[in-house]
């Protein structure tokens, strides 16, 4: 089987242990020759990387293995880039939960005004490494979940439209995994399901067990009319913050109980409920610095004191099988069904073909052959069309630099009640944004 050098670029990110480790699952149908990290942030990598190289020392002496700030280095003779970056850190994210929330309004990593923050700063930090992986390995893929996915992903469809780069979100992936477990199924592998929508903004219209065709709507509907995703076997698995998205999912169904949604629109459905449920002096990102971030920089420095990774406490990040799975159906052309962001081009029927939307697609060497959705309904097509809006008018401000579009964006989004409130939180997003935003006019 050929051997795969891969790049992960972000590599001083906090999921990259548990990425690494997840790979080398993975070895027996997706095996390496090397793996590189990058990223633009030295020391940070510095802590993730030692620690790895100890761990690929004892785990994958056959891998080559490095971390680097230097981009030919990155980027020459590899095969996939994996891609998770956050431009401007946990610092600015922080500023995108805490602005909004100050005049009242959702703030969130990828959702409303906070996200549109961060997708001003994520186009220039993704189109970057497109540029290197095509300059320095022009036949690989890249396989991007570096969020806000749908800003990203529009920007990549206006700017790179030949670029051989894949916009995958773990979401699904994860809801999928939890509705696997409320059907009594041992993996979400064994359902087949259709859904559309925008990233973190979509729905489930079928889902039946591959092998017999069972339909699991209605065990579905029926549990998520009562409890949300909320199970009591996955009760162990999440935190307090989470466990309250899971169980909101209860109250998104019934506005449009045929589907089954995604968690994330009780940003756009319940923003009232929301706000009075945040803290803006313990916004998510403190949540998940005191938490996931302390936890895994807290291992590094262990295992790399030690020297050994022998006893490390890092686990296989299992439902991230959906990087390999996306990799193997590029590399073998498997075939393999799966939800991706795409150009619409007709798939959902009545709903703009330029628009990126998030769908199932047959997966192959050539890339993502996308499925027929369909026609969809007026409630779920009204919400789309709005945050479509969005997110193509974020897109519009950074290409051309323009305050009106930006202002234009943050108004049309549903977490914002007024253009006035929309103007506020923009010029402190701006101020704050100097570094990483292009200027606005
Ligand atoms: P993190 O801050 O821990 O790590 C991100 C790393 O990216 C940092 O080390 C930073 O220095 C680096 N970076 C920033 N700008 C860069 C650039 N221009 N070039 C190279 N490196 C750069 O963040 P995290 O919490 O681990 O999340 C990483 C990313 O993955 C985020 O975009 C997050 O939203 C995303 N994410 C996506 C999914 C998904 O499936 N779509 C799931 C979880 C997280
Ligand atoms: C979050 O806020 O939960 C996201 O950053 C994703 C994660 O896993 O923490």
Redesign the pocket.
């Known amino acids: 089987m050929k051997k795969h050098s891969v790049v992960i670029?972000?590599?001083?990110?906090?999921?990259?242990p548990e990425i690494i480790l997840m790979l080398l699952s993975e070895e027996g149908r997706f095996p390496l020759s090397e793996l590189k990290l990058?990223?633009?942030?030295a020391e940070?990598?510095a802590i993730?990387g030692n620690a790895c190289a100890i761990i690929m020392k004892e785990r994958a002496p056959h891998v080559k293995f490095s971390f680097t700030t230097d981009p030919k280095e990155a980027f020459t003779g590899v095969d996939f880039v994996m891609a998770?970056?956050?431009?401007?850190?946990?610092e600015m994210?922080s500023l995108d939960e805490k602005i909004p929330l100050k005049y009242g309004c959702v703030g969130q990593?990828?959702c409303g005004a906070g996200g549109m923050a961060y997708g001003m700063r994520?186009i220039?930090?993704v189109l970057?490494?497109i540029d290197y992986m095509e300059k320095y390995s022009p036949n690989a893929w890249m396989l991007n979940?570096?969020?806000?996915?749908a800003i990203v992903a529009e920007a990549c469809r206006r700017l790179k439209p030949n670029s051989k780069v894949l916009n995958?979100?773990?979401?699904p992936?994860g809801i999928e995994d939890f509705m696997a477990t409320i059907c009594g199924l041992k993996s979400r592998k064994e359902m087949q399901v259709r859904y559309f929508g925008l990233n973190h903004f979509g729905w489930w219209t079928s889902i039946i067990e591959k092998s017999t065709g069972r339909d699991l709507m209605p065990i579905l509907k029926e549990h998520v009319s009562k409890h949300g995703y909320l199970h009591p076997s996955l009760e162990g698995h999440m935190d307090a913050d989470w466990h309250s998205t899971y169980e909101k999912a209860r109250d998104v169904f019934a506005v449009s109980p045929n589907f089954m949604p995604n968690t994330y629109f009780k940003y756009y459905l319940f923003p009232d409920y929301v706000v009075s449920h945040s803290d803006i002096n313990y916004t998510r990102t403190d949540m998940?610095r005191d938490g996931?971030?302390k936890r895994v920089f807290g291992e590094c420095r262990r295992i790399t004191e030690a020297g050994t990774a022998k006893d490390s406490t890092f686990e296989v990040g299992g439902h991230a099988t959906y990087i390999v799975d996306l990799a193997c159906a590029i590399s073998n052309n498997t075939g393999e069904r799966m939800l991706l962001i795409v150009p619409n081009n007709g798939s959902i029927i009545n709903f703009d073909p330029t628009a990126m939307v998030e769908i199932p697609c047959i997966v192959g060497c050539n890339g993502p052959e996308p499925l027929v959705m369909g026609e969809i309904p007026r409630f779920n097509k009204g919400l789309m069309e709005q945050q479509v809006a969005v997110e193509k008018l974020v897109v519009d401000a950074w290409i051309e630099g323009s305050y009106l579009k930006m202002w234009q964006a943050i108004s049309m989004s549903r977490t914002v009640p007024s253009v006035e409130v929309a103007k506020k939180i923009l010029d402190e997003l701006i101020e704050a944004n100097k570094k990483y935003w292009p200027e606005l006019k």
């Open positions: 670029a972000g590599g001083g990110s906090t999921f990259t990058y990223d633009n942030d940070r990598q993730v998770h970056i956050r431009v401007g850190k946990y994210r990593e990828t994520s220039g930090g970057e490494l979940y570096s969020n806000p996915a995958i979100c773990d979401m992936v998940v996931r971030e």
